[in-house]
């Protein structure tokens, strides 16, 4: 279908424009080479090949990933130093041992003395050790021990001093900006991470221990603050794609997001003031739980109307007043889905059709499971 519009595309269809995916991994390369700071990308939110060889400028060096299934499927197409940044998971050792014995740099995350304990009991072969960083809880809330625990310091002491194990780094992700509204807000939080990192830094450093600091999240990384300069590497990894989320955040423009879901019209139902579309949350995801002033998505051309529910294949879409013009939205007629979250819609689709001004120019085909 190459060279044809992206509505002679089969709905619900995932569609990306290429030219903004450049854009926006070219603004983050040059960002944070000012900076001097080292660019980590994470690779969550699309899970190909073509997108990591954008975001790492064709090194297929230095990245982030979510999922083992991730890294191998990155390993085995040549892509090396590989941080696993997900808690040490106890079932998925022996994987983690095949990567860091296969590649050059293959590095884990660990939050707990158990997940230590266990990679002491599997020494790695031909004298390799395990990289590991140390996760941080700089007030985000979710994974990572808590900044100001005793017991943080002491388990970085102990990862430093355990044979067959070296402390690469310590990683902070400071997904709590997901709550804020506007730069300020943003800055305030990517301030408050930086400064709790660079204290613990401090910490290690008193007590004989240097190694690596990396924070991130795309709203920090979009609008870092000065001091960011002084971290060792950031990991952002949504700011490839954007989405309504992030602009509603503040982290970009509705104009810089690249992905869109195509859908049509299939049913009309003047009984309900209301379309049906062939796209539901198998299609959109279910992500932000339809908080928006839109619903669950922002329908682009049209922002009068609004995506008020979705089921598994359908979606429905009313007037936000007044009754529709069903001449305007005849059946089989294209409407297009920004998503409130570009990662959870990307995992909906098996297959992303990419584009450039709105011509097809080939398939990104994303890695799947865990």
């Known amino acids: 279908m190459e060279g044809e519009p992206i509505s002679a595309l089969c709905t619900p269809a995932l569609v990306l424009d290429v030219d903004k995916v450049k854009i926006n991994a070219q603004k983050m390369i040059d960002r944070y080479q000012k900076l001097g700071v080292q660019l980590r990308p994470h690779m969550k939110t699309h899970k190909t090949l073509?997108?990591?060889?954008?975001?790492?400028?064709?090194?297929?060096?230095?990245?982030?990933?979510?999922?083992?299934?991730?890294?191998?499927?990155?390993?085995?197409?040549?892509?090396?130093?590989?941080?696993?940044?997900?808690?040490?998971?106890?079932?998925?050792?022996?994987?983690?041992?095949?990567?860091?014995?296969?590649?050059?740099?293959?590095?884990?995350?660990?939050?707990?003395?158990?997940?230590?304990?266990?990679?002491?009991?599997?020494?790695?072969?031909?004298?390799?050790?395990?990289?590991?960083?140390?996760?941080?809880?700089?007030?985000?809330?979710?994974?990572?021990?808590?900044?100001?625990?005793?017991?943080?310091?002491?388990?970085?002491?102990?990862?430093?001093?355990?044979?067959?194990?070296?402390?690469?780094?310590?990683?902070?992700?400071?997904?709590?900006?997901?709550?804020?509204?506007?730069?300020?807000?943003?800055?305030?939080?990517?301030?408050?991470?930086?400064?709790?990192?660079?204290?613990?830094?401090?910490?290690?450093?008193?007590?004989?221990?240097?190694?690596?600091?990396?924070?991130?999240?795309?709203?920090?990384?979009?609008?870092?603050?000065?001091?960011?300069a002084q971290l060792s590497e950031v990991h952002p990894g949504n700011y490839v794609f954007y989405d309504v989320q992030q602009s509603t955040i503040g982290s970009c423009s509705l104009e810089d997001v690249a992905v869109r879901v195509l859908t049509r019209v299939i049913g009309h139902c003047p009984h309900r003031n209301q379309l049906l579309i062939d796209c539901g949350w198998t299609g959109i995801s279910l992500d932000g739980a339809g908080k928006l002033p839109t619903g669950y998505a922002v329908i682009e051309g049209h922002p009068n109307l609004k995506?008020?529910?979705?089921?598994?294949?359908?979606?429905?879409?009313?007037?936000?007043?007044?009754?529709?013009?069903y001449s305007r939205y005849p059946l089989g007629s294209l409407l297009t889905l920004i998503p409130y979250h570009s990662c959870a819609a990307a995992a909906m689709h098996p297959v992303y059709h990419v584009h450039s001004g709105g011509r097809l120019v080939g398939k990104w085909t994303p890695t799947r499971g865990w």
């Open 50 to 228: 073509e997108c990591a060889d954008i975001m790492t400028g064709g090194s297929r060096r230095c990245i982030v990933v979510s999922t083992l299934a991730e890294a191998c499927f990155y390993a085995d197409h040549g892509f090396d130093d590989i941080l696993y940044a997900y808690s040490l998971p106890f079932d998925k050792v022996e994987r983690c041992a095949a990567l860091s014995e296969r590649l050059d740099l293959f590095q884990v995350l660990l939050d707990h003395p158990d997940a230590l304990e266990l990679l002491r009991k599997r020494p790695l072969r031909d004298g390799r050790q395990w990289h590991v960083w140390m996760k941080l809880d700089c007030g985000n809330g979710r994974a990572g021990v808590l900044h100001s625990e005793p017991g943080a310091l002491r388990l970085a002491q102990d990862i430093a001093k355990t044979e067959g194990v070296e402390l690469t780094g310590v990683y902070a992700h400071c997904g709590n900006t997901y709550g804020c509204r506007g730069v300020e807000q943003i800055h305030a939080v990517a301030q408050e991470t930086t400064d709790l990192t660079l204290q613990f830094m401090e910490k290690l450093k008193a007590v004989g221990i240097s190694c690596k600091s990396s924070i991130g999240s795309t709203p920090s990384c979009s609008h870092p603050v000065k001091d960011m």
């Open 307 to 325: 995506l008020v529910s979705v089921t598994q294949e359908h979606g429905r879409v009313e007037p936000m007043s007044g009754q529709l013009d």
